[in-house]
């Protein structure tokens, strides 16, 4: 897309406006060339009254076939467990050559509950997306318009999605700050395992396992936090319902992660218990090693 003086979209629809939806709304606000039109729609009146409010829409729908009739593009950012249900709401209405989009963060279930619509609806491009950029915050009043700038946006496009819709929808996150990467969705969900699905489940356990603990303990955790403690509470904040479908649907991959995760924790603790200086030394090399390039990645 290099003709800018036409918007990439003339109808770009927000279905589930929360963090991840209402930045990239915020973002169309800020930046025309997006879209003429953005229209929101959620199943929740609180939140479709509060994007309103917001101004970050230029319509604000209740029925999700209403808001994706003249869509060129539909971006469903609910969470993991209802965006093939949503799918199954809009595909009957969209026209021909729309593209349709999904944020989720686990993809491989998503893909196969969504093959019987893609069978149905062959006129529709799906690019399923994933931007790793987030906060621990939910909702229409968490979002902003640099959220996405410099992180990665994942597509894991099915075989026969057509080209130009794959480039659309890239120009799209290239528009909103992101960096592109394609890949399919098994290999996306390995990766996401680890450097998303598995750090939270350590942080939702490690906070349990403090509040677990005798109650003067526990006041002292949370009088006394250093960092180290605090930064595991930040990403332990999160939604309930989405980390809930995202473990669910991620499964086999997160169990994996889980696995290797036990085993190395336990090399690391019979090094502590033998005092094998060199495995406790080189693993924490390891740890400062990997800080070092996400920091000159500029993702840290
Ligand atoms: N939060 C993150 O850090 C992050 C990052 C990348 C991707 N994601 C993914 O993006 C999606 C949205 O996450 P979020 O953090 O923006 O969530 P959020 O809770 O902030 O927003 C989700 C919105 O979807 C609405 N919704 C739920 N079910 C609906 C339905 N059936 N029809 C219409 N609207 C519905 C909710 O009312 C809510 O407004 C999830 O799939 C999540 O896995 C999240
Ligand atoms: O920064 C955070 O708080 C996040 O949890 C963002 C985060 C992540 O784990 O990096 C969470 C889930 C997403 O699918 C992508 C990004």
């Known amino acids: 897309m290099t003709d800018q003086t036409v918007p990439l979209f003339d109808t770009l629809v927000i279905i589930g406006p929360g963090l991840i939806g209402s930045s990239i709304l915020r973002r169309g606000m800020d930046d025309r060339r997006i879209a003429r ?12 009254a509060r994007v309103a409010e917001l101004g970050i829409a230029d319509v604000v729908e209740t029925d999700p076939a209403t808001a994706a009739r003249d ?4 971006i469903i950012c609910v ?31 998503v893909m ?25 915050f939910s909702g229409p009043d968490a979002g902003f318009a640099t959220l996405f700038e410099d992180r990665w946006c994942l597509l894991t496009p099915p075989e026969h999605t057509p080209e130009p819709a794959i480039t659309r929808i890239t120009a799209l996150w290239k528009m909103m700050g992101a960096r592109v990467r394609c890949m399919s969705v098994d290999h996306h969900d390995r990766v996401c395992a680890i450097v998303s699905h598995l750090p939270h489940l350590l942080a939702f356990t490690i906070c349990g396992t403090a509040d677990d603990l005798a109650d003067e303990t526990r006041s002292e955790v949370l009088d006394f936090a250093a960092s180290g403690f ?41 090094a502590i218990r033998t005092g094998n ?24």
Request: hydrophobic content about 45%; overall charge neutral; proline content about 6%.
């Open 37 to 48: 039109r953005l229209v929101a729609c959620d199943i929740s009146p609180e939140v479709r």
């Open 230 to 270: 605090r930064d595991f509470t930040r990403i332990a904040a999160s939604d309930p319902t989405m980390w809930r479908d995202i473990f669910l649907n991620n499964r086999e991959a997160l169990l994996d992660m889980l696995d290797r995760f036990i085993a190395d924790a336990q090399e690391m603790g019979n």
């Open 79 to 109: 969470p993991v467990g209802a965006i093939a249900m949503v799918a199954a709401q809009v595909m009957p209405v969209m026209k021909k050559g729309a593209i349709l989009s999904e944020v989720g963060s686990v993809k491989v279930t």
């Open 112 to 136: 196969e509950a969504m093959q019987p619509l893609l069978a149905r609806y062959p006129d529709i491009a799906f690019v399923p997306a994933h931007p790793m950029a987030g906060t621990e």
């Open 71 to 74: 869509a060129d593009c539909v």
């Open 277 to 300: 200086e060199d495995v406790i030394v080189s693993r924490i090399q390891r740890g400062r090693a990997i800080r070092r390039s996400l920091i000159e990645n500029r993702q840290a």
